[in-house]
């Protein structure tokens, strides 16, 4: 039976048609025609899930279409895979990272780094002609092999499968141990034994627990540092350098400044001006990451004057209710159904997991490695559950969230082990309604979603 999918509106084009170009790493370009073509013509083609509307599974029949950062946003998550591919082709080298982590050390040694979802996604991508349905059905089969081949009690959010059975050219699975993850380290020893032997394996150790301030602890993730750089190197044949790290700690900090501006603005609407899907991407755009950090730098730049434009006119985001009760998720990989939860009128005005990497901005003056080091362990996520919470609460103030909801994945065992106590000191400091429930990646469950629906209906 064929879906239902959504139509970019030619009403928009004109407008878009006068936005700036794509520039990508290797300096090539795509001119919004070139965009507006994909999104209208070749993409739907190829990947009918992404255009499908069918709310219980998130995708939506209204979309913020007057926004050029978004669609600009769409056609870079749409081509990942073919530019991945690409990439490869020409010789470019790919390291599989974990989420919780910037990318700094990867673009100055000349590597693309791909959090799990991208890896995923890269994945994908291969697939073309699938609707919703379809497209979930191949990833739950990959995970399903996944807790056959490595472990059941592991979340399988990564794409170790993927790069196990050799169906993606990764160069490196070279992931930092952070503590919210107890998956990835656990997943690069796994390699060890799979059949994919040619990928290179190495945990980035890092300091647990009450250690942002020790000398000891940045000197040697500094160490860790230099160590991840040279086995890159080894990869790529070049030699990276002091002055290449500066120069992507400079790249890597205006992309940051740019989300921390426009999430600041879009807290400071009085009515939220985009949809809590887009105001997740304008917060995590600042990783620069779409495998291209060019690419998504150049989309971020442009992106300020549409949200300053919306917040001084007072547009609200397309399809929102008036008021809507204001949610702020927590917790590793997840999200809620964000559409479904609009339905209901709400809007997620926040996330802590990768929020907490945009705004850990590095040192420009001396060492770099040592400015990195440090700059990463006072991610304010990986802190101590009382310094986490009083973070998050800081979050929380901001975005005048009304309600909070913590979710952990199965496998997940550090975030498993830490939500009450996370949640209890929200609670105990703001007075805010909060909840926990546990979830399983893949499907958008509708189970979950009506538990998120009890709760908004509460609030
Ligand atoms: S869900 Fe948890 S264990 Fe799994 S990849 Fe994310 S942080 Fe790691």
């Given at each position: 039976?064929?879906?239902?999918l959504f139509?970019y509106?030619?009403a928009?084009?004109e407008k878009?048609l ?6 990508f ?8 025609e070139e965009v507006?073509h994909?999104?209208?013509e070749e993409g739907p ?9 069918n ?8 979309r913020?279409?007057?926004f050029p950062t ?9 081509t990942?895979s073919?530019?991945m ?10 390291a599989?990272?974990?989420g ?7 673009t100055a040694a000349?590597?693309?780094?791909l959090?799990?979802f991208?890896v995923?996604n890269?994945?994908?991508?291969r697939?073309h ?12 089969e990959?995970?399903e092999k ?11 959010t990564a794409?170790?499968e993927?790069i196990?059975?050799?169906?993606l050219r990764v160069d490196?699975?070279a ?6 993850c107890s ?6 020893e796994?390699?060890?034994?799979g059949?994919?032997?040619?990928v290179k394996l ?6 647990l ?5 020790k000398?000891?602890?940045i000197e ?15 990869t790529t044949?070049r030699?990276?350098t002091?002055?290449?790290?500066l120069k992507?700690?400079?790249?890597h900090n205006?992309g ?8 600041d603005?879009w ?13 997740q991407?304008?917060?995590?755009l600042g990783h620069?990451?779409?495998?291209d950090?060019?690419?998504?730098l150049?989309?971020?730049k442009?992106a ?6 919306r917040v ?12 809507p009760k204001?949610l702020?998720?927590l917790?590793s990989?997840?999200w809620?159904n ?6 209901d009128?709400?809007?997620?005005v926040?996330?802590?997991d ?9 040192d420009e ?5 040592y400015n990195l080091?440090?700059a990463?362990?006072?991610?304010p ?14 979050q929380?103030?901001k975005?005048?969230a009304e309600?909070v909801?913590?979710i952990?994945?199965?496998?997940c065992?550090t975030?498993a ?5 996370v ?7 703001t007075?805010?309604?909060t909840?926990?429930?546990e ?7 509708e189970?979950?979603?009506n538990?998120?629906s009890?709760f908004?209906?509460?609030l």
């Amino acid at each position: 039976m064929s879906k239902k999918l959504f139509r970019y509106s030619e009403a928009n084009k004109e407008k878009f048609l006068t936005s700036d170009d794509i520039t990508f790493s290797d300096g090539s370009v795509a001119t919004p025609e070139e965009v507006w073509h994909y999104l209208t013509e070749e993409g739907p083609e190829k990947y009918p899930h992404a255009f499908e509307i069918n709310i219980n599974q998130g995708s939506r029949a209204i979309r913020d279409e007057t926004f050029p950062t978004l669609l600009k946003t769409q056609y870079l998550a749409l081509t990942l895979s073919d530019r991945m591919e690409k990439a490869k082709d020409n010789g470019k080298s790919i390291a599989f990272i974990q989420g919780g982590q910037t990318i700094d050390p990867y673009t100055a040694a000349d590597t693309i780094a791909l959090r799990p979802f991208n890896v995923g996604n890269w994945n994908h991508g291969r697939h073309h002609g699938k609707n919703i349905n379809e497209n979930a059905q191949i990833r739950k089969e990959k995970k399903e092999k996944s807790y056959h081949d490595m472990t059941f009690e592991a979340c399988q959010t990564a794409g170790y499968e993927h790069i196990q059975e050799g169906n993606l050219r990764v160069d490196i699975v070279a992931p930092y141990t952070t503590l919210r993850c107890s998956d990835v380290s656990y997943g690069v020893e796994a390699h060890r034994h799979g059949p994919n032997q040619n990928v290179k394996l190495y945990n980035v150790d890092f300091p647990l627990r009450n250690q942002a301030d020790k000398p000891w602890a940045i000197e040697y993730f500094s160490k860790n540092l230099r160590k991840l750089v040279g086995l890159l190197d080894e990869t790529t044949g070049r030699t990276t350098t002091e002055e290449d790290l500066l120069k992507a700690i400079k790249l890597h900090n205006e992309g940051r400044r740019l989300s921390i501006e426009l999430s600041d603005l879009w807290w400071s609407a009085d009515i939220p001006p985009t949809n809590s899907d887009d105001r997740q991407t304008l917060s995590s755009l600042g990783h620069l990451e779409y495998g291209d950090t060019q690419a998504s730098l150049s989309v971020l730049k442009e992106a300020k004057k549409f949200l300053a434009e919306r917040v001084e006119n007072g547009v609200k985001g397309p399809g929102l209710a008036d008021n809507p009760k204001r949610l702020f998720v927590l917790g590793s990989c997840v999200w809620v159904n964000n559409a479904r939860s609009e339905a209901d009128g709400a809007i997620i005005v926040g996330k802590d997991d990768g929020w907490s990497t945009v705004n850990a901005l590095v040192d420009e003056e001396g060492d770099p490695f040592y400015n990195l080091a440090k700059a990463t362990l006072n991610y304010p996520y990986e802190q101590g559950i009382e310094e986490r919470a009083r973070w998050t609460i800081d979050q929380i103030k901001k975005s005048r969230a009304e309600g909070v909801i913590f979710i952990h994945r199965w496998g997940c065992n550090t975030q498993a082990s830490i939500s009450r106590a996370v949640v209890d000191v929200i609670k105990r400091e703001t007075g805010i309604p909060t909840y926990i429930h546990e979830s399983e990646f893949g499907l958008q469950h509708e189970q979950e979603h009506n538990r998120v629906s009890a709760f908004i209906e509460m609030l």
